[in-house]
C-alpha cells in the first residue's frame, strides 16, 4: 500500500508532540507543551481530534489540559485534572470529555474544563466514547465494565465478573484497555485485562458476563501472562478486527464474527503503549518503549513502515497536503 501522504500525530515521555510525514519516515512538525526543567513530568498521555480539522486535544500526566491549533500553536486549557485522566473522548467538534481515575467527568467546552455531576465510581483505569450515540464506557481495578449515557447521565449496562477458576478461586478484576466495535454500535464491547484476557461484551445477549474469553499473550514467561496495554477495532463492512497489545510486545488480531485469532504483527521488542486503527484504510499505527512507531497493513498484517519515535499516543491526521 502506498503511504504516500499519510501522517501521524504522536505524543512522547517528553511532552513533544511530532507530526509525522509515514511515507518519508521523517517529521515535519514538531512542537513541545513542557518546561526543559520539567520534561519528565509532562509526558503526554492521551491525544484526541476535534473533529476533521487540525486541531487536537492533549493530556499531559500531570493533569494538564493543552490544545494544538492548526500545527503551529500550542494553548493550555485553564484548570487541572487533578489525579490525571484515563482517556479523551471526542462527542463534537466543540467538545471532548475526560475521566479520572476517580470516576470524576470534565467536559472540554469553550475552551474550558467543565466539571459534571456524573460519577462513574473509583479505580477507573480505561475509557472510551462514542460520539454518535453519546455513550462513555468505563473499566478499571475491581471496576467491570459499565456503560453510561451521558444525554441522561445515567448506568446502562453493568458486567459481572467471570466464573471463578478451576480451584473454586475468584477472578481478580483488573480491566486495562476498552474499544467499542465500531464507532456507531456500542453493543458490543471489547475489554482487555491485566492477565492477559481479551473479553467481549454483547450487551443484546441479555447476559452480563463476556460472550468470549480469549487469551492474547503468546510467551508466558514463568506461566505469568502478560498485562494487555492497548486494544483497538478495525471494521470492514459488517466484520471487524479487534486488534491487541501486551507489555511483551505482543501484537495480535482477532476476528470479531469468528472469534479466532487472526495472526500476528511482528516488530515491536518492547512494551507497546499505544495502537491506532484508521478510519478508513486497513493500516494500524502502533508505537511504545522499542521506540519505534510502526505502520501494518491491518488485513495481510505486512510492516510498512518504520520510524524511530518512542509514542505515549498517535493518531492518524490526513491534513499533509496543506502542511
Not at 447476559?207 to 483497538?232: E, F, H, K, Y
Request: charged share 25%.
Amino acid at each position: 500500500m502506498n503511504l504516500d501522504g499519510r501522517v501521524a500525530v504522536t505524543g512522547d515521555d517528553l511532552g513533544q508532540i511530532k507530526v509525522i510525514d509515514v511515507g518519508n519516515c521523517k517529521v515535519v512538525f514538531q512542537a513541545s507543551i513542557s518546561s526543559r526543567d520539567d520534561q519528565r513530568k509532562v509526558a503526554i498521555t492521551h491525544l484526541c481530534s476535534r473533529g476533521a480539522s487540525d486541531n487536537f486535544v492533549i493530556c499531559t500526566s500531570d493533569g494538564a489540559v493543552h490544545q494544538l491549533l492548526n500545527f503551529r500553536d500550542v494553548a493550555t486549557v485553564p484548570g487541572n485534572l487533578k489525579g490525571g485522566t484515563v482517556g479523551i473522548g471526542e462527542l463534537d467538534e466543540r467538545r471532548a470529555l475526560f475521566c479520572s481515575p476517580a470516576g470524576e467527568v470534565f467536559f472540554l467546552q469553550d475552551e474550558k474544563l467543565i466539571p459534571s455531576s456524573m460519577k462513574v465510581g473509583n479505580n477507573v483505569q480505561c475509557m472510551q466514547t462514542s460520539r454518535h450515540e453519546r455513550i462513555l464506557s468505563v473499566a478499571g481495578k475491581e471496576h467491570e465494565l459499565e456503560l453510561w449515557d451521558l444525554q441522561h447521565e445515567k448506568s446502562t449496562f453493568r458486567a459481572k465478573n467471570v466464573a471463578s477458576d478451576e480451584l473454586g478461586l475468584r477472578v481478580p478484576v483488573d480491566n486495562r484497555c476498552i474499544a467499542f466495535a465500531s464507532e456507531k454500535d456500542t453493543r458490543i464491547v471489547a475489554v482487555g485485562t491485566g492477565l492477559g484476557r481479551l473479553r467481549l461484551y454483547d450487551t443484546r445477549c441479555g447476559q452480563r458476563r463476556p460472550v468470549q474469553d480469549l487469551d492474547t499473550s503468546l510467551n508466558r514467561r514463568n506461566g505469568i501472562p502478560s498485562a494487555c496495554t492497548a486494544i483497538d477495532v478495525w471494521n470492514r463492512g459488517e466484520s471487524g478486527t479487534v486488534v491487541v497489545a501486551t507489555g511483551d510486545g505482543d501484537l495480535r488480531a482477532f476476528d470479531l464474527r469468528s472469534k479466532q485469532v487472526q495472526g500476528v504483527f511482528r516488530g515491536h521488542s518492547g512494551s507497546i503503549k499505544t495502537i491506532r486503527s484508521h478510519q478508513s484504510d486497513p493500516l494500524l499505527a502502533s508505537g511504545g518503549f522499542s521506540r519505534f512507531l510502526l505502520i501494518h497493513d491491518v488485513i495481510s498484517r505486512a510492516q510498512l513502515a518504520k520510524v524511530i519515535q518512542l509514542a505515549f499516543s498517535v493518531l492518524y491526521c490526513s491534513y499533509f497536503l496543506q502542511l
